[in-house]
């Protein structure tokens, strides 16, 4: 098992930064992504890290804006999130999967923390 807990949301006005932070226990794990969901929509890829060389991919929507990083000392995946913008309001939640690579899907991830709001006001 792969225990994960998501942290650093908030409130934030439009052109404002957040990081979250996704720390994890357990078992070993190859890949570390960040989904998020918002109200009536389904969940969406943000970002993704392979936890052994640090490979990164993004979805279209946040590239630019958006990095993803790992601290492989404290188990702990960071997505620092610039330049907000009202529609990247969601809930947010860091996934751990063994298996894949660079997985943009989620039902590739086997575990899952419990989520952290961000809220972006215009």
């Known amino acids: 098992q792969v225990q994960l807990v998501e942290s650093g949301g908030g409130l934030v006005q439009a052109g404002g930064s957040l990081r979250l932070s996704c720390a994890a226990s357990g078992r070993s794990f190859t890949t570390i992504g960040w989904f998020r969901q918002a109200p009536g929509k389904e969940r969406e890829f943000v970002a993704v890290?392979?936890?052994?060389?640090?490979?990164?991919f993004y979805a279209d929507s946040v590239k630019g804006r958006f990095t993803i990083s790992r601290d492989s000392a404290k188990r702990t995946a960071l997505l620092q999130m610039n330049n907000l913008k009202p529609e990247d309001t969601a809930v947010y939640y860091c996934?751990?999967?063994?298996?894949?690579?660079?997985?943009?899907?989620?039902?590739?991830?086997?575990?899952w923390g419990q989520g952290t709001q961000v809220t972006v006001s215009s």
């Open positions: 996934a751990a999967n063994a298996r894949y690579l660079i997985a943009t899907i989620s039902s590739h991830y086997d575990y």
């Open positions: 890290i392979t936890w052994n060389d640090g490979s990164t």
